[in-house]
């Protein structure tokens, strides 16, 4: 501290809050602007293009009857094509190990062939991450990178997955809650394909939506039995063994709270029981919610926790999902937004049997809804309703 204040003296040393610190802020800014809004959200989408060139060799993504999200490069994608091409070319695509809406939904993607099919869902998978966080009121070009760069994002790309979709989803049904049909059609869209986003239509209960809640039900239902019809119903009635088997496969090996009880010890009935005990918390949370201050909003964030506490499942890019709340809050860049990227720390989509990985995804997660949760003049005001 001596020396300090003697550089200081001589002005050889600068202050956090001199002049010449903050010009050496200055001076770096664009180049860590550059590296983390425009290099990182660059190397998901270079990878693809880099294979599609023959230039990166990665594991080839087959599709295999056992699901591993470690079965290689864009290994998710190319189940989801080979079903959709099943159904383009009139054949069944079970055993699949999504529902039939999924298949029905990647039809437009099984007519095209499989070079042209990753292109075209890469840059759906884009889209979609960008339109979620403009319904939300996000147009600061700097979150939409970062969201973009951090691994959730990057790996959803790489592996091909619809978690920016549902994303999308979740957005549209937050924008436009107060239209019944389109939140209902937001959230059946999400559901059907990826089930563990069904808190959503509690939340609609809770804040006292009940037409739409019931408009939701009903419609779900009549698309889940449309979509089966349209494959002759074949596959529907070995589909839940196939749903068990797969989640017995791999669940062990996710971030969901599942896991994290197996990894301490627990039986699987235990570890099940603890889950369950878990959902029902959250589930009075977003009622309890729904009747404070904010609760329309509070409540939803609720809702988005439960579904990924309440699955069985939780890979790494399920967490495109995080854009959702965090831009509910922040619609410019931030610390908020910046968190994410401390996602790269961790191993991958799998957890690697070790607890403390899921203690570090759950706690990065925290800190950044906590972050953008916190009161202060650069937080999002509520927006308003949309009429009806």
């Known amino acids: 501290m ?7 003296a001589r002005g050889t040393l600068a202050l956090p809050n001199s002049p010449r610190w903050r010009s050496r802020l200055t001076g770096t800014r664009p180049i860590f602007e550059a590296w983390l809004c425009v ?5 998901a989408p270079a990878m693809i293009v880099a294979y599609l060139a023959g230039v990166y060799h990665p594991h080839p993504g087959t599709v295999d009857t056992t699901y591993s999200p470690d079965g290689g490069f864009l290994f998710d994608l190319h189940t989801m094509w080979k079903a959709g091409h099943d159904v383009v070319t009139g054949h069944s695509p079970y055993p699949f190990v999504y529902p039939a809406p999924a298949a029905i939904a990647m039809v437009p993607f099984g007519a095209l062939p499989w070079s042209v099919a990753v292109v075209a ?3 759906a998978q884009i889209a979609a991450l960008v339109l979620a966080l403009r319904l939300l009121g996000v147009r600061d070009w700097r979150c939409h990178a970062l969201a973009l760069a951090a691994l959730p994002m990057a790996s959803s790309i790489m592996i091909g997955t619809l978690s920016p979709f549902i994303a999308l989803g979740a957005a549209a049904a937050w924008r436009y809650r107060d ?7 937001a959230i059946v869209a999400v559901v059907v394909t990826k089930i563990f986003l069904w808190p959503l239509a509690i939340w609609l209960v809770a ?7 019931a408009k939701t039900v009903a419609l779900g239902i009549a698309v889940t039995a449309g979509s089966w ?3 002759g119903f074949d596959g529907l009635a070995e589909y839940p063994h196939l749903l068990g088997k797969t989640a017995g496969l791999v669940q062990d090996k996710s971030y969901s709270p599942f896991a994290f009880f197996r990894l301490l010890g627990l039986s699987a009935g235990s570890a099940r ?11 009075g949370a977003i009622a309890l919610l729904a009747r404070g201050r904010d609760g329309d909003r509070r409540s939803f964030v609720a809702a988005l926790g439960v579904g990924l506490i309440a699955s069985p499942i939780v890979w790494m890019h399920y967490l495109v999902l995080l854009v959702v709340p965090t831009a509910l809050y922040r619609r410019r860049v931030g610390a908020a937004w910046l968190v994410p990227l401390a996602y790269w720390y961790l191993p991958g989509q799998q957890n690697h049997g070790s607890a403390w990985n899921i203690v570090l995804m759950v706690a990065l997660t925290a800190l950044a809804l906590t972050l953008a949760m916190r009161p202060d003049r650069d937080r999002a005001p509520l927006p308003a309703l949309s009429s009806p």
């Open 2 to 8: 001596v020396t300090d204040r003697h550089e200081v």
């Open 39 to 43: 290099l990182m959200p660059l190397i």
């Open 121 to 123: 869902f890469m840059l």
């Open 179 to 185: 239209r019944r049909w389109v939140v209902a059609t």
């Open 207 to 213: 804040t006292r939506r009940f037409r739409t809640a």
């Open 229 to 231: 019809g349209i494959l």
């Open 273 to 283: 029981g603890a889950v369950l005990t878990l959902t029902v918390l959250g589930l």
